[in-house]
Protein backbone atom coordinates (compact mmCIF):
# COMPACT_ATOMS: atom_id res chain seq x y z
CA UNK A 1 0.00 0.00 0.00
CA UNK A 2 0.81 3.60 -0.93
CA UNK A 3 0.16 6.30 1.47
CA UNK A 4 -0.24 10.14 1.10
CA UNK A 5 -0.86 12.98 3.44
CA UNK A 6 -1.64 16.18 1.74
CA UNK A 7 -1.26 18.92 3.73
CA UNK A 8 -2.00 22.86 2.56
CA UNK A 9 0.50 25.83 3.84
CA UNK A 10 -2.77 27.58 4.56
CA UNK A 11 -6.45 27.12 4.97
CA UNK A 12 -7.50 27.85 1.44
CA UNK A 13 -4.63 26.67 -0.59
CA UNK A 14 -6.74 24.03 -1.81
CA UNK A 15 -6.07 20.50 -0.70
CA UNK A 16 -9.47 19.94 -0.31
CA UNK A 17 -9.80 20.35 -3.96
CA UNK A 18 -6.53 18.50 -4.85
CA UNK A 19 -7.09 15.45 -2.38
CA UNK A 20 -10.42 14.85 -3.88
CA UNK A 21 -8.80 15.30 -7.63
CA UNK A 22 -6.54 12.54 -6.64
CA UNK A 23 -8.54 10.51 -4.89
CA UNK A 24 -11.07 10.14 -8.33
CA UNK A 25 -7.99 9.97 -10.36
CA UNK A 26 -6.52 7.14 -8.72
CA UNK A 27 -9.77 5.41 -8.62
CA UNK A 28 -10.31 5.94 -12.22
CA UNK A 29 -7.33 3.74 -13.15
CA UNK A 30 -8.56 1.26 -11.32
CA UNK A 31 -6.55 1.42 -8.04
CA UNK A 32 -8.43 0.19 -4.88
CA UNK A 33 -8.29 4.43 -2.56
CA UNK A 34 -8.86 4.68 0.70
CA UNK A 35 -9.97 8.26 2.09
CA UNK A 36 -9.38 9.63 5.72
CA UNK A 37 -9.65 13.25 6.51
CA UNK A 38 -7.30 14.73 9.94
CA UNK A 39 -9.53 16.46 12.31
CA UNK A 40 -13.52 16.56 13.50
CA UNK A 41 -15.20 17.22 9.54
CA UNK A 42 -18.11 15.90 8.01
CA UNK A 43 -18.11 17.59 4.90
CA UNK A 44 -14.80 16.47 3.16
CA UNK A 45 -15.58 12.98 4.44
CA UNK A 46 -18.83 12.93 2.15
CA UNK A 47 -16.79 14.32 -0.60
CA UNK A 48 -14.27 11.07 -0.19
CA UNK A 49 -17.10 8.65 -0.64
CA UNK A 50 -18.48 10.43 -3.35
CA UNK A 51 -15.22 10.05 -5.56
CA UNK A 52 -14.20 6.79 -3.89
CA UNK A 53 -17.45 4.77 -2.71
CA UNK A 54 -15.61 4.04 0.07
CA UNK A 55 -16.48 5.20 3.30
CA UNK A 56 -13.88 7.77 4.34
CA UNK A 57 -12.28 7.83 7.72
CA UNK A 58 -11.56 10.49 10.61
CA UNK A 59 -8.34 11.13 12.30
CA UNK A 60 -8.24 13.09 15.37
CA UNK A 61 -5.22 13.68 17.88
CA UNK A 62 -6.91 15.27 20.29
CA UNK A 63 -10.07 12.96 20.23
CA UNK A 64 -8.35 9.70 19.78
CA UNK A 65 -4.74 8.12 21.65
CA UNK A 66 -1.76 7.72 19.28
CA UNK A 67 -2.54 3.92 18.66
CA UNK A 68 -6.26 4.03 18.22
CA UNK A 69 -5.34 6.83 14.85
CA UNK A 70 -3.03 4.16 13.93
CA UNK A 71 -5.43 1.03 14.17
CA UNK A 72 -7.89 2.90 12.48
CA UNK A 73 -5.35 3.73 9.72
CA UNK A 74 -4.14 0.04 9.19
CA UNK A 75 -7.12 -2.17 9.63
CA UNK A 76 -7.80 -0.55 5.75
CA UNK A 77 -4.39 -1.65 4.61
CA UNK A 78 -5.32 -5.09 3.66
CA UNK A 79 -7.40 -4.48 0.99
CA UNK A 80 -6.02 -0.66 -0.23
CA UNK A 81 -3.46 0.01 -2.86
CA UNK A 82 -3.30 4.01 -1.96
CA UNK A 83 -4.63 5.41 1.10
CA UNK A 84 -5.14 9.29 0.90
CA UNK A 85 -5.25 10.86 4.06
CA UNK A 86 -6.25 14.84 3.59
CA UNK A 87 -5.04 17.51 6.06
CA UNK A 88 -6.66 20.07 7.79
CA UNK A 89 -5.82 23.86 8.09
CA UNK A 90 -2.72 25.15 7.36
CA UNK A 91 0.03 21.84 7.79
CA UNK A 92 1.45 22.70 10.91
CA UNK A 93 -1.78 24.50 12.48
CA UNK A 94 -3.18 22.59 15.45
CA UNK A 95 -4.83 22.80 18.74
CA UNK A 96 -2.73 26.24 19.87
CA UNK A 97 0.30 28.29 18.82
CA UNK A 98 2.76 26.27 20.98
CA UNK A 99 2.71 22.62 19.91
CA UNK A 100 2.23 20.13 17.05
CA UNK A 101 -1.05 18.68 18.94
CA UNK A 102 -4.23 17.85 16.20
CA UNK A 103 -2.11 19.54 13.40
CA UNK A 104 -1.80 17.56 9.92
CA UNK A 105 2.29 17.31 10.69
CA UNK A 106 2.08 15.72 13.66
CA UNK A 107 -0.86 12.86 12.09
CA UNK A 108 1.86 12.29 9.32
CA UNK A 109 4.43 11.54 11.85
CA UNK A 110 1.81 9.29 14.12
CA UNK A 111 1.07 7.30 10.70
CA UNK A 112 4.59 7.09 9.17
CA UNK A 113 3.27 8.58 6.08
CA UNK A 114 4.68 11.10 3.66
CA UNK A 115 3.14 14.57 2.82
CA UNK A 116 2.34 16.54 -0.34
CA UNK A 117 2.24 20.01 0.30
CA UNK A 118 0.19 21.77 -1.98
CA UNK A 119 1.34 25.54 -1.76
CA UNK A 120 -1.09 28.63 -3.16
CA UNK A 121 0.85 30.23 -5.98
CA UNK A 122 -1.12 33.40 -6.20
CA UNK A 123 1.37 36.67 -5.87
CA UNK A 124 4.29 33.77 -5.02
CA UNK A 125 7.09 34.18 -7.17
CA UNK A 126 10.98 33.77 -5.93
CA UNK A 127 9.27 34.16 -2.39
CA UNK A 128 8.15 30.73 -2.97
CA UNK A 129 10.95 29.09 -2.46
CA UNK A 130 11.81 30.75 0.78
CA UNK A 131 8.30 29.82 1.96
CA UNK A 132 9.40 25.85 0.81
CA UNK A 133 12.15 25.65 1.92
CA UNK A 134 10.94 26.83 6.03
CA UNK A 135 8.28 24.08 5.72
CA UNK A 136 10.08 21.49 4.62
CA UNK A 137 12.93 22.06 7.14
CA UNK A 138 10.40 23.18 9.70
CA UNK A 139 10.51 19.71 11.51
CA UNK A 140 13.21 16.89 10.62
CA UNK A 141 10.88 14.29 11.20
CA UNK A 142 8.66 14.81 8.81
CA UNK A 143 8.71 13.65 5.33
CA UNK A 144 7.63 14.44 1.99
CA UNK A 145 6.45 13.21 -1.15
CA UNK A 146 6.25 16.41 -3.15
CA UNK A 147 4.96 19.93 -4.03
CA UNK A 148 2.07 20.33 -5.93
CA UNK A 149 1.82 24.70 -7.20
CA UNK A 150 -2.11 25.32 -7.18
CA UNK A 151 -3.75 28.46 -8.80
CA UNK A 152 -0.73 28.84 -11.06
CA UNK A 153 -1.90 32.15 -13.07
CA UNK A 154 0.16 31.29 -16.30
CA UNK A 155 2.57 28.75 -17.96
CA UNK A 156 5.57 32.28 -17.51
CA UNK A 157 4.15 32.17 -13.68
CA UNK A 158 4.73 27.82 -13.20
CA UNK A 159 8.26 28.58 -14.96
CA UNK A 160 9.27 31.66 -12.59
CA UNK A 161 8.86 29.35 -9.63
CA UNK A 162 10.51 26.42 -10.61
CA UNK A 163 13.91 28.47 -11.42
CA UNK A 164 12.64 29.68 -7.77
CA UNK A 165 12.81 26.34 -6.17
CA UNK A 166 15.50 24.88 -8.30
CA UNK A 167 17.97 27.29 -6.91
CA UNK A 168 17.56 25.77 -3.35
CA UNK A 169 19.17 22.84 -1.37
CA UNK A 170 15.99 20.69 -1.45
CA UNK A 171 15.63 17.01 -2.18
CA UNK A 172 11.59 17.59 -2.92
CA UNK A 173 10.26 17.77 -6.22
CA UNK A 174 7.76 19.85 -7.56
CA UNK A 175 5.37 17.14 -9.06
CA UNK A 176 2.43 19.22 -10.46
CA UNK A 177 1.26 22.57 -11.02
CA UNK A 178 -2.38 23.16 -10.97
CA UNK A 179 -3.71 26.47 -13.23
CA UNK A 180 -6.54 28.93 -12.04
CA UNK A 181 -9.94 27.58 -13.48
CA UNK A 182 -12.69 30.31 -12.63
CA UNK A 183 -15.50 29.53 -10.41
CA UNK A 184 -13.94 25.64 -9.36
CA UNK A 185 -13.42 25.67 -5.62
CA UNK A 186 -14.56 23.20 -3.41
CA UNK A 187 -16.84 25.34 -0.74
CA UNK A 188 -17.66 24.02 2.61
CA UNK A 189 -21.86 22.64 2.89
CA UNK A 190 -21.74 23.95 -1.18
CA UNK A 191 -23.96 21.14 -1.75
CA UNK A 192 -25.59 19.57 1.07
CA UNK A 193 -28.90 21.91 1.05
CA UNK A 194 -30.03 19.81 -2.45
CA UNK A 195 -28.26 16.63 -2.29
CA UNK A 196 -28.48 13.90 0.28
CA UNK A 197 -25.35 12.54 2.32
CA UNK A 198 -24.74 9.66 -0.14
CA UNK A 199 -24.30 12.69 -3.10
CA UNK A 200 -22.45 15.36 -1.43
CA UNK A 201 -20.83 16.32 -4.90
CA UNK A 202 -22.40 15.59 -8.08
CA UNK A 203 -20.08 12.94 -10.30
CA UNK A 204 -19.62 15.33 -13.21
CA UNK A 205 -17.77 18.19 -10.12
CA UNK A 206 -15.47 15.42 -9.11
CA UNK A 207 -14.76 14.18 -12.48
CA UNK A 208 -12.78 17.92 -13.34
CA UNK A 209 -10.90 17.79 -10.61
CA UNK A 210 -10.02 14.15 -11.76
CA UNK A 211 -8.95 15.13 -15.28
CA UNK A 212 -7.22 18.68 -14.03
CA UNK A 213 -5.06 16.08 -11.74
CA UNK A 214 -4.57 13.75 -14.59
CA UNK A 215 -3.23 16.47 -16.80
CA UNK A 216 -1.26 18.96 -14.21
CA UNK A 217 -0.01 16.04 -11.72
CA UNK A 218 2.73 13.32 -12.02
CA UNK A 219 0.67 10.54 -10.86
CA UNK A 220 3.19 7.64 -11.20
CA UNK A 221 5.81 9.92 -9.82
CA UNK A 222 3.85 10.69 -6.17
CA UNK A 223 3.08 6.66 -5.90
CA UNK A 224 7.10 6.24 -6.67
CA UNK A 225 8.04 8.98 -4.33
CA UNK A 226 5.38 7.87 -1.72
CA UNK A 227 7.43 4.12 -1.29
CA UNK A 228 5.75 1.66 0.25
CA UNK A 229 4.14 2.40 3.68
CA UNK A 230 5.30 0.19 6.62
CA UNK A 231 2.45 -0.22 9.43
CA UNK A 232 3.13 1.74 12.98
CA UNK A 233 1.05 -0.10 15.80
CA UNK A 234 -1.18 -2.73 16.19
CA UNK A 235 -5.11 -3.10 14.29
CA UNK A 236 -6.31 -4.63 16.96
CA UNK A 237 -5.51 -2.44 19.87
CA UNK A 238 -8.84 -0.65 20.13
CA UNK A 239 -11.07 -3.59 19.12
CA UNK A 240 -9.71 -5.97 21.85
CA UNK A 241 -10.00 -2.82 24.67
CA UNK A 242 -13.89 -2.27 23.13
CA UNK A 243 -14.83 -6.63 23.37
CA UNK A 244 -13.37 -6.47 26.69
CA UNK A 245 -15.78 -4.34 27.94
CA UNK A 246 -18.91 -5.42 26.70
CA UNK A 247 -20.96 -8.54 27.27
CA UNK A 248 -20.97 -11.27 24.70
CA UNK A 249 -24.55 -10.76 23.26
CA UNK A 250 -25.15 -9.05 20.38
CA UNK A 251 -27.19 -5.91 20.13
CA UNK A 252 -29.48 -4.26 16.92
CA UNK A 253 -29.14 -0.86 16.64
CA UNK A 254 -31.20 1.58 14.51
CA UNK A 255 -29.21 4.53 12.74
CA UNK A 256 -31.08 7.22 11.08
CA UNK A 257 -29.70 7.93 7.83
CA UNK A 258 -30.77 10.25 4.87
CA UNK A 259 -30.48 13.28 3.46
CA UNK A 260 -31.09 15.12 7.14
CA UNK A 261 -29.30 13.07 8.81
CA UNK A 262 -26.23 12.09 7.41
CA UNK A 263 -23.24 13.43 9.64
CA UNK A 264 -21.75 10.61 11.50
CA UNK A 265 -18.21 9.75 12.02
CA UNK A 266 -17.46 6.34 10.18
CA UNK A 267 -15.13 5.10 13.02
CA UNK A 268 -18.03 4.98 15.76
CA UNK A 269 -20.51 3.18 13.56
CA UNK A 270 -17.57 1.02 12.36
CA UNK A 271 -16.56 0.02 16.37
CA UNK A 272 -20.14 -0.38 16.80
CA UNK A 273 -20.06 -3.08 14.39
CA UNK A 274 -16.67 -4.62 15.24
CA UNK A 275 -18.01 -5.04 18.92
CA UNK A 276 -20.75 -7.07 17.52
CA UNK A 277 -23.63 -4.94 16.98
CA UNK A 278 -26.05 -4.76 13.85
CA UNK A 279 -26.47 -1.45 12.58
CA UNK A 280 -29.75 -0.79 10.87
CA UNK A 281 -30.20 2.17 8.65
CA UNK A 282 -33.25 4.07 8.12
CA UNK A 283 -34.37 7.34 7.07
CA UNK A 284 -36.89 9.51 9.53
CA UNK A 285 -38.11 11.76 5.95
CA UNK A 286 -39.78 8.42 4.88
CA UNK A 287 -39.22 5.27 6.86
CA UNK A 288 -40.85 3.79 9.81
CA UNK A 289 -39.12 2.56 13.12
CA UNK A 290 -37.21 -0.66 12.04
CA UNK A 291 -38.41 -3.44 14.90
CA UNK A 292 -36.39 -5.71 17.17
CA UNK A 293 -34.16 -2.55 18.32
CA UNK A 294 -32.01 -2.05 21.39
CA UNK A 295 -31.08 0.95 20.44
CA UNK A 296 -31.54 4.12 18.40
CA UNK A 297 -28.88 6.68 16.88
CA UNK A 298 -29.63 10.65 15.72
CA UNK A 299 -26.76 11.82 14.59
CA UNK A 300 -26.55 15.68 13.18
CA UNK A 301 -27.21 16.44 9.85
CA UNK A 302 -29.00 19.34 7.77
CA UNK A 303 -32.30 19.12 9.40
CA UNK A 304 -33.02 22.84 8.36
CA UNK A 305 -34.43 21.91 4.74
CA UNK A 306 -36.54 19.12 5.85
CA UNK A 307 -38.38 20.12 9.04
CA UNK A 308 -41.96 20.02 7.52
CA UNK A 309 -41.10 16.39 6.33
CA UNK A 310 -39.83 15.20 9.18
CA UNK A 311 -42.82 16.66 11.10
CA UNK A 312 -45.20 15.20 9.19
CA UNK A 313 -43.83 11.76 9.58
CA UNK A 314 -46.14 11.17 12.32
CA UNK A 315 -45.93 7.58 12.42
CA UNK A 316 -42.23 7.18 13.06
CA UNK A 317 -42.56 10.27 15.39
CA UNK A 318 -44.97 8.72 17.72
CA UNK A 319 -42.60 5.04 17.83
CA UNK A 320 -39.78 6.79 18.58
CA UNK A 321 -41.41 8.92 22.05
CA UNK A 322 -43.28 4.84 22.83
CA UNK A 323 -39.89 3.49 22.30
CA UNK A 324 -38.21 6.28 25.06
CA UNK A 325 -41.23 5.47 27.27
CA UNK A 326 -40.68 2.22 27.28
CA UNK A 327 -37.18 2.74 28.68
CA UNK A 328 -35.64 2.07 25.15
CA UNK A 329 -32.09 4.10 24.69
CA UNK A 330 -31.68 6.92 22.29
CA UNK A 331 -28.16 8.75 21.65
CA UNK A 332 -29.06 12.19 19.86
CA UNK A 333 -26.20 14.59 18.71
CA UNK A 334 -26.70 17.86 17.31
CA UNK A 335 -29.66 18.37 15.29
CA UNK A 336 -30.37 14.26 16.38
CA UNK A 337 -31.31 16.02 19.92
CA UNK A 338 -33.14 18.53 18.43
CA UNK A 339 -35.35 15.84 16.59
CA UNK A 340 -35.72 14.45 20.13
CA UNK A 341 -37.40 17.54 21.48
CA UNK A 342 -40.59 18.59 21.79
CA UNK A 343 -40.09 20.88 18.23
CA UNK A 344 -37.99 22.29 16.45
CA UNK A 345 -39.57 25.91 16.02
CA UNK A 346 -42.20 25.97 14.97
CA UNK A 347 -42.69 22.11 13.79
CA UNK A 348 -43.39 19.44 16.52
CA UNK A 349 -40.71 16.60 16.52
CA UNK A 350 -40.99 13.46 18.86
CA UNK A 351 -41.51 15.18 22.34
CA UNK A 352 -38.90 13.12 23.85
CA UNK A 353 -37.20 16.07 25.39
CA UNK A 354 -39.38 18.20 27.92
CA UNK A 355 -38.46 21.19 25.73
CA UNK A 356 -38.79 23.25 22.30
CA UNK A 357 -35.36 24.03 20.02
CA UNK A 358 -34.79 26.62 17.44
CA UNK A 359 -32.26 26.97 14.83
CA UNK A 360 -30.24 29.73 14.90
CA UNK A 361 -28.54 31.48 11.90
CA UNK A 362 -24.99 32.85 11.73
CA UNK A 363 -21.34 31.55 11.31
CA UNK A 364 -20.20 28.80 13.78
CA UNK A 365 -16.12 28.28 14.17
CA UNK A 366 -14.10 25.23 14.71
CA UNK A 367 -12.15 24.41 17.99
CA UNK A 368 -11.60 21.58 20.32
CA UNK A 369 -13.21 22.58 23.70
CA UNK A 370 -12.76 20.55 26.98
CA UNK A 371 -15.54 19.61 29.18
CA UNK A 372 -15.68 19.11 32.85
CA UNK A 373 -18.58 17.15 33.84
CA UNK A 374 -20.70 17.49 37.16
CA UNK A 375 -22.06 14.58 37.07
CA UNK A 376 -20.24 11.11 35.59
CA UNK A 377 -21.84 9.08 32.80
CA UNK A 378 -21.47 6.20 30.99
CA UNK A 379 -20.51 8.29 27.82
CA UNK A 380 -17.70 9.31 29.34
CA UNK A 381 -15.91 6.50 31.80
CA UNK A 382 -12.59 6.11 30.26
CA UNK A 383 -12.20 2.24 29.55
CA UNK A 384 -8.74 2.33 28.19
CA UNK A 385 -5.40 4.11 28.99
CA UNK A 386 -3.08 5.12 26.07
Known amino acids: M?????????????????ALGLMAAYTRRGLRVHPFKIGPDFSDPMHHKAATGHDSYNLDSWMMSRRANQACFIRCAPATDVAIVEG?????DGRDGKSEAGSTAEMAKILGAPVLLVLDTRGFARS?????RGYTA???????????FNKLESSAHKAWLMEAVSAIDSSVKVLGGIPIVDGLHLAENQFYPSLSGEEAVPASYIQVFADLIEHHVDLDGLLEAAGVWKPKGGPNFYLENIRSALPYAKVRIGVARDAAFCLYYQENLSLLQDAGAEIVFFSPLKDSLPTRLDAIIFGGGYLKHHLEKLSLNKKLLYAVRAFADAGGIIYGEAGGAMYLSQGIEPFTMCGVFPFWTRMKLGATTKEYVKVCLVFIICFFVRHYQE
Open 2 to 18: RAIVVAGTCSGAGKSSI
Open 88 to 92: VFGMF
Open 128 to 132: AAALI
Open 138 to 148: FDPEVTFAGII
